[in-house]
């Protein structure tokens, strides 16, 4: 089996790299490694953040023909009771208007489920980052998590008519605001601007130690979803419970 699996940023993939040994990926691909997790061969791509660069990507990334999608990374909370590091996997995806709404693989949300993620009803993928607990708190009726990436992911597989599932580790939780203005730390490509980030943090030192604690959280999350990667992979062709796949599937 060939699986893609998306990330944004290097940090949110970083930890799984390092464990699986991924090697980039030479030629055409822009930003693509590869490694084999159990049986499948995995390949990984790094979108960047936001619609315009995970569309671009993506419609790249899938000239891998793979058989399955996971369109992963960290996500913000928006509930209260999701804790940092905590894997979500969702039923479906949509905007925060309601104007649109992609479904995940049921399958594949069931496999996940079987390694240890919450299933959740809903993620929402904003066109731009989420900051503040009002915010959060706002748009909660609507979804459990919110990402910038996880729709235009799986639109893109459903298009091309393979299997897709959005699974993300929690970085933030509900009641949390994020320190900085991270609409404005993005470069073009939808990679972080480390000297926009320097100079956001300049400009007011007060935001420095919420702005490591995001980055203690961040990287937590990403090891967990590291750890979660490899049990899904190491036990979706395995099928030791297609008996319980079929009971969860029918319910």
């Known amino acids: 089996m060939r699986a893609l699996v998306t990330f944004a940023l290097d940090n949110e993939f970083d ?9 980039r990926v030479t030629g055409a691909w822009d930003r693509m490694y590869a490694a084999r997790v159990g049986s499948v061969d995995v390949n990984v791509v790094l979108t960047g ?3 315009f660069a995970a569309q671009r990507a993506i419609a790249q990334a899938l000239q891998v023909k793979p058989e399955i999608v996971v369109a992963s990374g960290l996500a913000g909370a928006l509930k209260p009771g999701y804790s940092i590091g905590q894997i979500l996997v969702a039923r479906g995806i949509a905007n925060p208007e309601g104007t649109r709404f992609v479904v ?5 949300v069931v496999d996940a489920e079987y390694v240890g993620a919450t299933r959740v009803e809903k993620f929402l ?4 980052v989420i900051s503040t607990a009002a915010e959060k708190k706002e748009l909660a009726a609507h979804g459990d ?3 910038m ?53 300049m400009r007011k ?17 990403s090891k967990a979803l590291a750890a979660f990667l490899n ?21």
């Open 49 to 51: 953040a936001g619609q």
């Open 125 to 128: 993928v904003s066109d731009r």
């Open 104 to 108: 995940s693989d049921p399958e594949l």
């Open 15 to 23: 930890p799984w790299r390092r464990s699986r040994r991924f090697q």
């Open 149 to 201: 990436e996880s729709i235009h992911v799986l639109a893109a597989a459903a298009h091309a008519r393979i299997p897709a599932v959005a699974i993300r580790s929690v970085s933030d939780d509900a009641e949390t605001d994020l320190p900085l203005d991270f609409d404005r730390v993005f470069n073009d490509r939808g990679m972080v601007s480390l000297p926009n980030v320097i100079g956001q943090a």
């Open 145 to 147: 998590a919110v990402d």
């Open 231 to 251: 049990r899904f992979f190491e036990n979706i062709t395995e099928g030791p419970y297609e008996d319980a796949k079929a009971d969860a599937l029918a319910i």
């Open 205 to 221: 030192p007060q935001r420095i130690k919420g702005l490591l604690q995001l980055a203690r959280h961040s990287e937590r999350a």
